[in-house]
């Protein structure tokens, strides 16, 4: 396992503490995505906070509230992206909807949002109800793939917004 740092319980530190499967290395080595994308069968999975119809990810904030800084999502996601060995999957994983039950798949991002891994760089979004595969997809296809993965309640709420934002309805093809 290679990691630049860790936060946790003492237990997890006595895991680590002179583990010799662990190696800690400067995070500009480990986030660095020509190394990255070395690695045999690199899965990258990173979360977010929302993500538009159009695949664009807010991970560091709601809206213009700062939760936490990006770290190494867009490094990762381009490193998997570009595995030599062509089995890399850049995943985004969220739950579909918040405590509240606000949908966390939204037609545009919360004002003031920072999108931190944009749409060209989304391949697969994962939620509670499946799998979205973007890459390559139009923006009716990526809008209909993302609705699918959606909270059930939110699905006819999205359909609705993604027809007024892209003057057509979400689409297979």
Do not use: C
Request: aromatic share 10%; net charge positive.
């Amino acid at each position: 396992m290679v990691v630049s740092f860790v936060y946790g319980s003492k237990k997890l530190y006595s895991f680590l503490n002179d583990n010799p499967f662990v190696f800690f290395g400067d995070v500009a080595w480990v986030n660095d995505p020509s190394i990255v994308k070395t690695m045999p069968k690199m899965t990258a999975i990173n979360s977010a906070v929302e993500i538009d119809l159009t695949g664009q990810v807010a991970s560091d904030s709601v809206g213009s509230r700062f939760l936490s800084g990006f770290g190494g999502q867009v490094d990762f996601i381009r490193g998997a992206a570009l595995s030599v060995d062509g089995l890399g999957k850049p995943i985004i994983a969220l739950s579909s909807s918040t405590k509240k039950g606000e949908s966390k798949i939204v037609p545009y991002l919360n004002k003031g949002a920072g999108v931190v891994t944009s749409r060209a760089h989304v391949h697969y979004v994962v939620t509670e109800y499946g799998i979205a595969q973007l890459w390559g997809k139009n923006m009716r296809q990526r809008a209909y793939e993302l609705i699918r993965i959606s909270h059930p309640s939110q699905r006819e709420k999205l359909e609705k917004a993604a027809f007024e934002r892209m003057k057509v309805m979400p689409s297979l093809d």
